[in-house]
C-alpha cells in the first residue's frame, strides 16, 4: 500500500474515533445514567415509614458536547427524551429510617454533528438501563410510623445511600452509539439535611465507580475511570409537600479509556438547577425540575427539562386494642 493511501486509512480510522467519542458522550442521557450530572434534592430528608410511592416521569434534554478544540468534529447536537416508571418505599431497618426504589426508562434520541463538511446523524430507541437505589438514614433518623412522625421536632439527618445501574438497556455491539452502557455501575454516596425553619440546606457527595464494557465496537475494551460527584440544595417550604430549591451540582473525572489508549480528557462541569414540588390532592404530587450547564469543560452541556407525577399511599399502623380499652374506660 502506498504512503499515500496508508495516511488516508489512518485519517478515516481517526475520525471513526473522534465521531465514536462524540456521540458516545451523549450516551449516558440516553441510558438513563446522567452519571454525575444529577440533581435531586431532599433525597436524605426524614421521612415515616411505612411509606409506599410509584410515579412516571419525563425529561427532555437538548445541547451540545464540547469537544477537544482539535477535534474536525463541529456542531454536535443532541435532542433526547426519556420517560421513566419509578416504585419505592420505606420501611425500618434496626430502628432507623430506610428506603429502597427502583426506575426502568425508556428514551429516544437524536444526535447530529459535521465531520469537517460532511453532516451526519443517527436516532436510537429503547428501553435503557434501570437503576435501584438503598438509602438509609443514620442520623437523625429514627423509624417513626405517621402518627409519631408528625409530632417530632425537625432536626438534622445524616444518610448513605448506594445507587446501582444495571445493563439491562438496549445495546448494539457493532453501534457507535447505544441506549444502554453494556455495564454495571454503582454509586456509594453520604448526604446531609439540615432543616432552617422553612429553610432546608443540603449538601451530599459521592462517586461512581464503573466495570468495563469488553464489547464496545465488537472486539474492544472500554473502560471508564471513576468520578466524583458533589450536590448541594437551597430548599423553601411553603406548606406541606409544596416547595422550591435552588440546585448545583460539580462532577470531575471520568476519563474514557479504549484498549488500553485514553480516548478522552477528564470531565470538569457544573451544572445548576430548580426544582419545584406541588402538592395534588392528599395522595398526589407533581414535580418540575430544570437544569443547564453553568461550566462545562468537556462533554455535554445540556439543558434538562422534567415532570414529574408521583401517588403515595402511607400505612397508619392500628391502635393497640390495650390503648383503646383505657381510653374507653378513661370517659
Do not use: C
Not at 89 to 117: C, D, M, N, Q
Amino acid at each position: 500500500m502506498s504512503e499515500h493511501g496508508s495516511s488516508a486509512l489512518e485519517q478515516v480510522a481517526r475520525r471513526r474515533v473522534l465521531v465514536g467519542l462524540a456521540l458516545f458522550l451523549v450516551s449516558p442521557l440516553m441510558a438513563g445514567e446522567a452519571a454525575a450530572q444529577e440533581l435531586e434534592p431532599r433525597a436524605y430528608s426524614a421521612n415515616p415509614i411505612g411509606v409506599t410511592f410509584a410515579g412516571v416521569a419525563v425529561t427532555h434534554s437538548t445541547g451540545d458536547v464540547v469537544l477537544e478544540a482539535t477535534s474536525p468534529i463541529t456542531d454536535v447536537n443532541a435532542k433526547v427524551y426519556i420517560g421513566t416508571l419509578g416504585v419505592g418505599g420505606t420501611f425500618a431497618l434496626f430502628g432507623h429510617t430506610a428506603s429502597l426504589g427502583a426506575g426502568v426508562p425508556y428514551a429516544w434520541a437524536k444526535v447530529s454533528g459535521r465531520i469537517e463538511e460532511a453532516a451526519r446523524s443517527v436516532e436510537r430507541s429503547g428501553l435503557a438501563d434501570a437503576r435501584l437505589r438503598f438509602a438509609v438514614n443514620l442520623l437523625g433518623g429514627r423509624a417513626m410510623a405517621l402518627p409519631e412522625f408528625v409530632r417530632r421536632k425537625p432536626s438534622t439527618t445524616v444518610g448513605a445511600s448506594l445507587t446501582l445501574s444495571m445493563p439491562t438497556g438496549q445495546y448494539f455491539t457493532d453501534k457507535l452509539v447505544n441506549i444502554g452502557t453494556n455495564r454495571w455501575a454503582v454509586k456509594p454516596e453520604i448526604g446531609v439535611s439540615h432543616p432552617a425553619g422553612p429553610w432546608t440546606f443540603e449538601l451530599y457527595g459521592g462517586g461512581w465507580f464503573f466495570t468495563d464494557n469488553s464489547s464496545y465496537q465488537v472486539d474492544k475494551t472500554r473502560e471508564q475511570h471513576s468520578m466524583l460527584s458533589l450536590q448541594s440544595h437551597v430548599g423553601y417550604t411553603i406548606q406541606p409537600r409544596l416547595w422550591v430549591t435552588a440546585d448545583v451540582t460539580y462532577y470531575t473525572g471520568g476519563r474514557v479509556v479504549i484498549d488500553g489508549v485514553p480516548a478522552s480528557v477528564w470531565e470538569d462541569n457544573m451544572r445548576v438547577g430548580l426544582t419545584a414540588s406541588l402538592p395534588v390532592r392528599k395522595t398526589n404530587s407533581l414535580k418540575l425540575a430544570w437544569s443547564k450547564g453553568a461550566v462545562t469543560r468537556f462533554g455535554g452541556n445540556f439543558s434538562t427539562w422534567s415532570i414529574g407525577w408521583q401517588t403515595t399511599r402511607i400505612h397508619v399502623p392500628a391502635r393497640p386494642p390495650a390503648a383503646s380499652s383505657r381510653q374507653t374506660r378513661s370517659r
